[in-house]
């Protein structure tokens, strides 16, 4: 019944999305991944450009880390487009096709039982449940579950039952229409309860406690402070950078030469740092430049941005930077903060 009113709505009110109009794997992988970590309207440029550079497995098989990570700039996670790349290689390595069902799927770097169950439903039609934020939504008000959410014995609740609600057929169109639902007419905030296809069906929309639907256990966790130090020094028209290799959300990104602790720098700190750079060199000037506060789900950063101005007589051997042209820096996948500070001083 809730699959036929579901099928019902998709079919009249479904996004009309680049993605949904391919059976092709490959693609629609690359869709999940991505909007896993965005909403639709941010993820459909991301895709876009991503299909351009990487139309299927074979071009991202030959694609590099810098390529990808290029691409995947700002959106965060990169631990998943290099994830992306891996498995892509890894196929073509042994010549396989990008794979559609779930049990293969399922064994692919970076894919979980979501997106297995996603790819697999659209493109096979296997009678696999996804269980994203919206569905939990749904099913949770439809039901009136009060099992959290973020817990294992909730989830299980949430499996068995969204597992015995797929239709037969059409489970990949079901699939999307509950996650659209949710996203556009069952919504965390003023959802349309009145013009609800579900209205009758719903028990919490008759017990009027809506709003406390899906229930999660508050986890308080402090968030980690996280001060910052990066180093503008530019020698002979060139900026120098690193590749970042601390494992951490920044992985394998570029960034400018960093101090880290628990406050500003002093002239003493700087020069102690250089020194593990050059082997000789003259400080003209040293000034902060900007300060910005970056916070994310789980730290807090304050990062400072300062402008050296220095004279060097040698480098040392053996140093991880690189002497990047000042209009090269476009080519190089950077943290979001620390673009926005290079693309606001070439725009000055």
């Known amino acids: 019944m809730i699959s036929e009113l579901i099928l019902k709505w998709y079919k009249k009110n479904k996004r009309d999305l680049i993605w949904r109009k ?155 229409g509950l996650m659209d639902f949710g996203s556009l007419h069952c919504t965390i905030r003023k959802p349309k309860c009145k013009s609800c296809p579900l209205k009758n069906l719903c028990k919490s929309y008759k017990l009027n406690n809506i709003e406390n639907r899906p229930r999660k256990i508050k986890r308080t966790t402090p968030k980690k402070e996280r001060v910052y130090n990066y180093l503008k020094i530019i020698i002979n028209n060139k900026l120098l950078i690193k590749k970042r290799s601390k494992s951490d959300i920044w992985k394998n990104l570029f960034e400018l030469p960093l101090i880290e602790g628990k406050e500003i720098i002093s002239k003493e700190l700087l020069i102690k740092y250089l020194s593990t750079l050059f082997d000789s060199i003259k400080i003209n000037h040293f000034q902060l430049d900007k300060t910005i506060n970056h916070k994310l789900s789980h730290q807090n950063m304050t990062i400072n941005f300062w402008n050296i101005g220095i004279t060097v007589r040698k480098e040392k051997k053996n140093i991880s930077l690189l002497n990047i042209k000042l209009k090269s820096i476009a080519n190089y996948p950077f943290p979001k903060p620390i673009l926005k500070y290079l693309n606001d001083y070439l725009n000055t």
């Open 22 to 176: 391919t059976k092709n794997p490959y693609k629609i992988w690359v869709s999940e991944i991505i909007l896993q970590q965005t909403k639709i309207s941010v993820g459909s440029k991301y895709y876009l450009s991503f299909i351009k550079k990487f139309p299927n497995l074979e071009s991202l098989s030959k694609g590099s880390e810098k390529e990808i990570l290029k691409i995947w700039e700002g959106l965060g996670y990169y631990s998943r487009a290099i994830n992306m790349l891996k498995t892509a290689k890894t196929l073509v390595k042994n010549k396989k096709k990008f794979p559609s069902n779930y049990e293969s799927l399922i064994k692919l770097k970076g894919v979980g039982d979501y997106t297995a169950s996603a790819i697999s439903s659209i493109c096979k039609n296997e009678k696999k449940a996804v269980l994203d934020g919206n569905v939990f939504r749904v099913i949770s008000r439809v039901f009136n579950i009060s099992a959290p959410i973020n817990t294992v014995a909730g989830k299980k609740i949430f499996q068995k039952l969204t597992f015995k609600l797929l239709p037969d057929n059409q489970v990949g169109d079901y699939n999307q």
